[in-house]
Protein backbone atom coordinates (compact mmCIF):
# COMPACT_ATOMS: atom_id res chain seq x y z
CA UNK A 1 0.00 0.00 0.00
CA UNK A 2 1.42 3.32 -0.66
CA UNK A 3 1.69 5.14 2.49
CA UNK A 4 1.65 8.97 3.40
CA UNK A 5 3.32 10.28 6.32
CA UNK A 6 1.06 12.49 8.20
CA UNK A 7 2.86 15.25 10.88
CA UNK A 8 1.44 16.71 13.59
CA UNK A 9 2.62 18.66 16.67
CA UNK A 10 3.03 22.30 18.22
CA UNK A 11 -0.31 23.34 16.70
CA UNK A 12 -0.80 21.53 13.53
CA UNK A 13 -4.57 20.92 13.37
CA UNK A 14 -5.50 19.62 10.06
CA UNK A 15 -4.33 15.53 10.34
CA UNK A 16 -7.30 14.03 10.79
CA UNK A 17 -8.81 15.46 7.37
CA UNK A 18 -5.41 14.91 5.63
CA UNK A 19 -5.46 11.63 6.46
CA UNK A 20 -8.77 10.77 5.95
CA UNK A 21 -8.52 12.15 2.24
CA UNK A 22 -5.59 9.65 1.69
CA UNK A 23 -7.34 6.97 3.15
CA UNK A 24 -9.97 7.29 0.68
CA UNK A 25 -7.92 7.36 -2.01
CA UNK A 26 -6.75 3.85 -1.01
CA UNK A 27 -3.51 4.69 1.16
CA UNK A 28 -2.66 4.46 3.98
CA UNK A 29 -1.91 7.12 6.31
CA UNK A 30 0.23 7.50 9.55
CA UNK A 31 0.15 10.71 11.52
CA UNK A 32 3.17 11.27 13.35
CA UNK A 33 4.12 13.86 16.25
CA UNK A 34 7.13 15.96 14.65
CA UNK A 35 8.93 15.33 17.52
CA UNK A 36 9.27 11.20 17.04
CA UNK A 37 10.89 12.12 13.78
CA UNK A 38 13.25 14.24 15.36
CA UNK A 39 14.19 12.06 18.11
CA UNK A 40 14.36 9.28 15.12
CA UNK A 41 11.69 6.89 16.35
CA UNK A 42 10.07 7.46 12.79
CA UNK A 43 11.90 7.47 9.51
CA UNK A 44 10.14 9.51 6.97
CA UNK A 45 12.18 6.70 4.90
CA UNK A 46 10.04 4.55 5.45
CA UNK A 47 6.93 6.06 3.54
CA UNK A 48 6.28 7.84 0.11
CA UNK A 49 4.82 10.57 0.57
CA UNK A 50 5.47 13.53 3.58
CA UNK A 51 2.78 15.54 4.47
CA UNK A 52 2.56 19.12 6.61
CA UNK A 53 -1.10 19.61 7.24
CA UNK A 54 -2.66 23.08 7.93
CA UNK A 55 -3.32 25.02 11.42
CA UNK A 56 -1.13 27.23 13.73
CA UNK A 57 2.44 25.53 14.15
CA UNK A 58 4.24 27.21 17.17
CA UNK A 59 1.37 30.48 17.33
CA UNK A 60 2.06 31.63 13.74
CA UNK A 61 4.96 33.50 15.91
CA UNK A 62 7.54 34.92 14.05
CA UNK A 63 5.25 34.52 11.04
CA UNK A 64 2.83 31.49 9.96
CA UNK A 65 5.54 28.56 9.31
CA UNK A 66 8.44 29.90 10.26
CA UNK A 67 9.50 28.48 13.45
CA UNK A 68 8.89 25.08 12.67
CA UNK A 69 10.36 25.44 9.04
CA UNK A 70 13.42 26.81 11.57
CA UNK A 71 13.17 23.59 13.38
CA UNK A 72 13.05 21.38 10.44
CA UNK A 73 16.68 23.56 8.91
CA UNK A 74 18.88 23.85 12.16
CA UNK A 75 17.46 20.75 15.01
CA UNK A 76 19.83 17.97 14.90
CA UNK A 77 18.38 14.49 15.12
CA UNK A 78 20.00 11.74 17.03
CA UNK A 79 21.83 11.02 13.57
CA UNK A 80 23.52 14.55 13.30
CA UNK A 81 21.66 14.90 10.02
CA UNK A 82 18.83 17.78 10.01
CA UNK A 83 15.22 16.58 9.37
CA UNK A 84 15.54 18.96 6.24
CA UNK A 85 18.53 16.53 4.82
CA UNK A 86 16.98 13.71 5.22
CA UNK A 87 13.60 15.61 2.89
CA UNK A 88 16.46 16.17 0.29
CA UNK A 89 17.42 12.63 0.31
CA UNK A 90 13.47 12.00 0.55
CA UNK A 91 13.21 13.87 -2.98
CA UNK A 92 16.27 12.86 -4.47
CA UNK A 93 15.17 9.46 -4.31
CA UNK A 94 11.93 10.29 -6.27
CA UNK A 95 10.13 10.70 -3.13
CA UNK A 96 6.56 13.62 -3.03
CA UNK A 97 6.00 16.21 -0.15
CA UNK A 98 2.65 18.50 0.41
CA UNK A 99 2.14 21.14 2.14
CA UNK A 100 -1.46 22.24 2.88
CA UNK A 101 -1.99 26.59 4.29
CA UNK A 102 0.16 26.12 7.48
CA UNK A 103 2.10 23.37 5.65
CA UNK A 104 2.72 25.58 2.36
CA UNK A 105 3.93 28.30 4.17
CA UNK A 106 6.45 25.65 6.13
CA UNK A 107 7.69 24.51 2.75
CA UNK A 108 8.02 28.47 1.73
CA UNK A 109 9.69 29.61 4.69
CA UNK A 110 11.98 26.60 4.22
CA UNK A 111 12.82 27.18 0.98
CA UNK A 112 11.41 24.05 -0.67
CA UNK A 113 9.13 25.84 -2.43
CA UNK A 114 9.56 27.08 -5.01
CA UNK A 115 13.65 26.09 -4.85
CA UNK A 116 14.26 27.77 -8.13
CA UNK A 117 18.14 27.57 -7.38
CA UNK A 118 17.76 24.13 -6.10
CA UNK A 119 19.72 25.12 -2.75
CA UNK A 120 16.61 25.07 -0.51
CA UNK A 121 17.00 29.13 0.15
CA UNK A 122 13.62 30.86 0.68
CA UNK A 123 12.72 32.81 -2.69
CA UNK A 124 9.30 34.02 -2.01
CA UNK A 125 7.44 34.61 1.22
CA UNK A 126 3.69 34.15 2.14
CA UNK A 127 2.33 37.00 4.42
CA UNK A 128 -0.67 38.83 5.80
CA UNK A 129 -4.13 38.43 3.61
CA UNK A 130 -4.35 41.76 1.78
CA UNK A 131 -7.67 42.26 3.49
CA UNK A 132 -6.08 42.77 6.47
CA UNK A 133 -8.13 39.99 8.37
CA UNK A 134 -8.21 36.22 8.49
CA UNK A 135 -10.43 34.85 5.48
CA UNK A 136 -12.41 31.56 5.88
CA UNK A 137 -14.42 30.92 2.62
CA UNK A 138 -14.63 28.97 -0.37
CA UNK A 139 -12.62 29.88 -3.54
CA UNK A 140 -12.29 28.42 -7.00
CA UNK A 141 -9.35 27.38 -8.47
CA UNK A 142 -7.32 26.92 -11.91
CA UNK A 143 -4.61 24.38 -12.38
CA UNK A 144 -2.31 25.91 -14.38
CA UNK A 145 -2.31 23.68 -18.07
CA UNK A 146 1.65 23.63 -18.25
CA UNK A 147 2.68 22.90 -14.49
CA UNK A 148 4.08 19.77 -14.39
CA UNK A 149 3.35 17.85 -11.06
CA UNK A 150 1.18 14.19 -10.70
CA UNK A 151 -0.80 16.12 -7.84
CA UNK A 152 -2.93 17.65 -9.95
CA UNK A 153 -2.87 16.00 -13.28
CA UNK A 154 -6.09 15.56 -15.35
CA UNK A 155 -7.71 18.58 -13.08
CA UNK A 156 -8.88 21.71 -14.76
CA UNK A 157 -10.87 23.78 -12.14
CA UNK A 158 -12.08 23.00 -8.64
CA UNK A 159 -13.64 24.76 -5.60
CA UNK A 160 -12.37 24.29 -2.23
CA UNK A 161 -11.92 26.26 1.08
CA UNK A 162 -9.76 28.54 2.23
CA UNK A 163 -8.96 29.14 5.99
CA UNK A 164 -5.59 31.96 6.68
CA UNK A 165 -4.17 34.53 7.85
CA UNK A 166 -1.13 35.03 5.78
CA UNK A 167 -1.80 33.59 2.56
CA UNK A 168 -1.06 36.37 0.18
CA UNK A 169 2.06 35.08 -2.13
CA UNK A 170 4.96 37.97 -2.68
CA UNK A 171 6.77 37.66 -5.55
CA UNK A 172 9.56 39.65 -5.40
CA UNK A 173 12.14 40.58 -8.08
CA UNK A 174 11.17 40.27 -11.99
CA UNK A 175 13.57 37.50 -12.08
CA UNK A 176 12.15 35.56 -9.46
CA UNK A 177 8.89 36.35 -10.97
CA UNK A 178 9.45 35.43 -14.66
CA UNK A 179 11.65 32.31 -13.73
CA UNK A 180 8.53 30.81 -12.17
CA UNK A 181 6.09 31.84 -14.64
CA UNK A 182 8.27 30.08 -17.45
CA UNK A 183 8.36 27.04 -15.42
CA UNK A 184 5.03 26.80 -14.60
CA UNK A 185 5.67 26.63 -10.71
CA UNK A 186 2.60 28.95 -10.31
CA UNK A 187 0.54 25.90 -10.85
CA UNK A 188 -2.98 27.10 -9.04
CA UNK A 189 -4.54 30.05 -9.99
CA UNK A 190 -7.72 31.71 -7.82
CA UNK A 191 -10.46 32.51 -10.63
CA UNK A 192 -13.71 34.41 -10.75
CA UNK A 193 -17.21 33.40 -12.00
CA UNK A 194 -16.20 33.32 -15.68
CA UNK A 195 -12.82 30.99 -14.97
CA UNK A 196 -10.29 33.73 -15.71
CA UNK A 197 -7.59 34.58 -12.99
CA UNK A 198 -8.27 37.28 -10.66
CA UNK A 199 -7.26 40.01 -8.61
CA UNK A 200 -10.33 40.52 -7.48
CA UNK A 201 -11.61 40.21 -3.62
CA UNK A 202 -12.76 37.71 -2.09
CA UNK A 203 -12.24 35.61 -5.58
CA UNK A 204 -9.07 36.14 -4.36
CA UNK A 205 -9.42 36.35 -1.09
CA UNK A 206 -5.69 37.05 -0.01
CA UNK A 207 -4.08 39.22 -2.70
CA UNK A 208 -1.37 37.14 -3.63
CA UNK A 209 1.03 37.85 -6.79
CA UNK A 210 -0.02 35.85 -9.66
CA UNK A 211 -3.12 35.76 -8.10
CA UNK A 212 -1.39 32.22 -7.05
CA UNK A 213 -2.91 29.73 -4.61
CA UNK A 214 -0.30 26.82 -4.80
CA UNK A 215 3.39 26.00 -6.20
CA UNK A 216 5.45 22.91 -7.04
CA UNK A 217 9.33 22.97 -7.28
CA UNK A 218 10.60 22.31 -10.36
CA UNK A 219 10.71 18.51 -9.92
CA UNK A 220 7.13 18.93 -9.57
CA UNK A 221 7.48 16.25 -6.71
CA UNK A 222 6.99 18.93 -4.15
CA UNK A 223 3.26 20.73 -4.32
CA UNK A 224 2.07 23.46 -1.68
CA UNK A 225 -1.01 25.27 -1.41
CA UNK A 226 -3.27 27.32 0.50
CA UNK A 227 -6.43 26.16 0.26
CA UNK A 228 -7.63 22.93 1.89
CA UNK A 229 -8.66 20.49 -0.68
CA UNK A 230 -8.57 18.07 2.66
CA UNK A 231 -11.53 19.94 3.58
CA UNK A 232 -13.39 18.76 0.58
CA UNK A 233 -13.54 14.73 0.07
CA UNK A 234 -17.64 14.69 0.07
CA UNK A 235 -20.11 16.36 -1.80
CA UNK A 236 -22.04 16.83 1.72
CA UNK A 237 -18.81 19.31 3.47
CA UNK A 238 -20.13 21.77 0.25
CA UNK A 239 -22.91 24.48 1.60
CA UNK A 240 -24.31 24.61 -1.29
CA UNK A 241 -24.67 20.65 -1.49
CA UNK A 242 -28.22 20.32 -1.13
CA UNK A 243 -29.56 22.74 -3.87
CA UNK A 244 -26.66 20.72 -6.02
CA UNK A 245 -28.24 17.32 -5.11
CA UNK A 246 -32.09 18.96 -6.14
CA UNK A 247 -30.78 20.26 -9.25
CA UNK A 248 -28.65 17.44 -10.51
CA UNK A 249 -29.62 14.14 -9.04
CA UNK A 250 -26.58 12.35 -10.56
CA UNK A 251 -24.41 14.95 -9.29
CA UNK A 252 -21.11 13.06 -7.53
CA UNK A 253 -20.90 12.51 -4.15
CA UNK A 254 -17.07 13.30 -4.47
CA UNK A 255 -15.81 16.54 -3.28
CA UNK A 256 -13.39 18.14 -5.69
CA UNK A 257 -10.30 17.84 -3.39
CA UNK A 258 -9.91 13.99 -3.34
CA UNK A 259 -8.49 13.90 -7.11
CA UNK A 260 -5.63 15.80 -5.89
CA UNK A 261 -5.07 12.53 -3.31
CA UNK A 262 -6.20 9.86 -5.73
CA UNK A 263 -3.65 11.31 -8.48
CA UNK A 264 -0.76 11.19 -5.95
CA UNK A 265 -1.82 7.86 -4.84
CA UNK A 266 -1.89 6.41 -8.33
CA UNK A 267 1.25 8.07 -9.32
CA UNK A 268 3.16 6.10 -6.58
CA UNK A 269 1.21 2.94 -7.35
CA UNK A 270 2.00 3.24 -11.04
CA UNK A 271 5.88 3.91 -10.20
CA UNK A 272 5.56 0.70 -8.10
CA UNK A 273 4.49 -1.42 -11.08
CA UNK A 274 6.97 -0.42 -13.27
CA UNK A 275 9.66 -0.82 -10.98
CA UNK A 276 8.58 -4.78 -10.49
CA UNK A 277 9.43 -6.12 -13.73
CA UNK A 278 12.69 -4.39 -13.45
CA UNK A 279 13.65 -6.16 -10.05
CA UNK A 280 12.29 -8.94 -11.55
CA UNK A 281 14.13 -9.14 -14.95
CA UNK A 282 17.34 -8.30 -12.03
CA UNK A 283 16.80 -11.28 -10.03
CA UNK A 284 16.23 -13.48 -13.67
CA UNK A 285 19.72 -12.22 -15.24
N1 LIG B 1 -5.53 26.91 8.19
C1 LIG B 1 -4.26 27.16 8.31
O1 LIG B 1 -3.41 26.29 8.13
C2 LIG B 1 -3.89 28.54 8.77
C3 LIG B 1 -2.46 28.88 8.51
C4 LIG B 1 -1.96 30.05 9.31
N2 LIG B 1 -2.09 29.82 10.70
C5 LIG B 1 -2.66 31.32 8.87
O2 LIG B 1 -3.58 31.78 9.51
O3 LIG B 1 -2.29 31.86 7.86
Known amino acids: MVQALILTGFGI ?7 AAYRLAGAEATIVHLNQVLLGHVSIHDYDILNFPGGFSFGDDLGSGVVLANKLRYRQ ?3 GRTLLD ?12 MGICNGFQVLVKLGLLPNLSGNVTPEVTLTHNASGRYEDRWVRLKVNPNAHTPFLKGIDTMEVPVRHGEGRLVI ?6 AHIQDKALNCLTYIGYDDSPTDVYPHNPNGADLNCAGLTDPTG ?10 AFLSLYNHPDWARRKRLNRGISEEGDGLKLFRNIVEHVQGQRAEAVPQEASQFSS
Open 172 to 177: SGADTL
Open 221 to 230: QVFGLMPHPE
Open 77 to 79: TPS
Open 86 to 97: DIKEFIANGKFV
Open 13 to 19: NCEEEFA
